[in-house]
């Protein structure tokens, strides 16, 4: 399973960037997908997951300004963030759950780098 994404850059205080990652791989079993942020010498930390048939779990930081939603038929998940700020600048690393043979593995994709400048 390979997962890409893309979407992140710079971008002023107040604005906003729309996220995407997409899954590909075979007969593809995608239980969750989700996003998390990274900044160097930190923890990496949760955004939001979307899991198939559930509500969206959002960080308490990120609630109300982030909008996470699947494509399901593309194995997609975007992240529409809106009102960003300085301190979240950071690498943004999707990550999917995938089921195979019934046994459940993490993957991530690369990251993709968000600037917020003040």
């Known amino acids: 399973v390979q997962l890409q994404a893309s979407g992140g850059g710079l971008v002023q205080t107040g604005g906003s960037l729309r996220l995407s990652c997409a899954a590909s791989g075979s007969a593809l079993n995608i239980y969750i997908m989700g996003w998390y942020r990274q900044v160097p010498g930190k923890q990496r930390e949760l955004v939001a997951t979307?899991?198939?048939?559930?509500?969206?779990n959002y960080a308490d930081s990120v609630r109300g300004r982030f909008t996470i939603s699947r494509d399901n038929a593309r194995n997609t998940v975007y992240l529409q963030m809106t009102s960003l700020k300085p301190e979240e600048t950071a690498v943004y690393y999707c990550n999917a759950l995938v089921f195979t043979d019934g046994a459940p593995k993490s993957y991530w994709g690369q990251g993709t780098e968000v600037t917020v400048s003040s």
């Open positions: 979307a899991a198939k048939g559930r509500s969206p």
